[in-house]
């Protein structure tokens, strides 16, 4: 079993920047890709970006290329998503994901976070 714990959310206005983390433990081996994913409310939860362990590639959703930044601390097992030029349609609660493949497919991720808010103000 893998555990992932995001935080770093909150309110920030438009333009701002913002920081999300997410510890992962438990056997975080087992798992090559890590991700984030958005919920808004009504709407289904969505791709954002991904990076694999072995070789740091990473992928993006078009929404926030240029503008998001994910990465991680193999050594700490953290998850990071540097998030600037927010936008009003960023607001989503944000959930961190763990996965044996490199995919942009919710249902290929086996292990989730609690979530964590990020709410933009215009």
């Known amino acids: 079993q893998v555990q992932l714990v995001e935080s770093g959310g909150g309110l920030v206005q438009a333009g701002g920047s913002l920081r999300l983390s997410c510890a992962a433990s438990?056997?975080?081996?087992?798992?090559?890709?890590m991700a984030w994913f958005r919920q808004a409310p009504g709407k289904e939860r969505e791709f954002v970006a991904r990076?694999?362990?072995?070789?740091?590639?990473?992928y993006y959703a078009d929404s926030v290329k240029g503008r998001f930044t994910i990465s991680r601390d193999n050594a700490n097992n953290t998850l990071y998503l540097q998030m600037s030029t927010l936008k009003p349609e960023d607001t989503a609660v944000y959930y961190c994901?763990?996965?044996?493949?490199?995919?942009?497919?919710?249902?290929?991720?086996?292990?989730w976070g609690q979530g964590t808010q990020v709410t933009v103000s215009s």
């Open positions: 990076i694999t362990r072995n070789n740091g590639a990473t």
């Open positions: 438990g056997r975080t081996f087992s798992t090559n890709t």
């Open positions: 994901a763990a996965g044996k493949w490199p995919t942009t497919t919710l249902r290929n991720y086996d292990y």
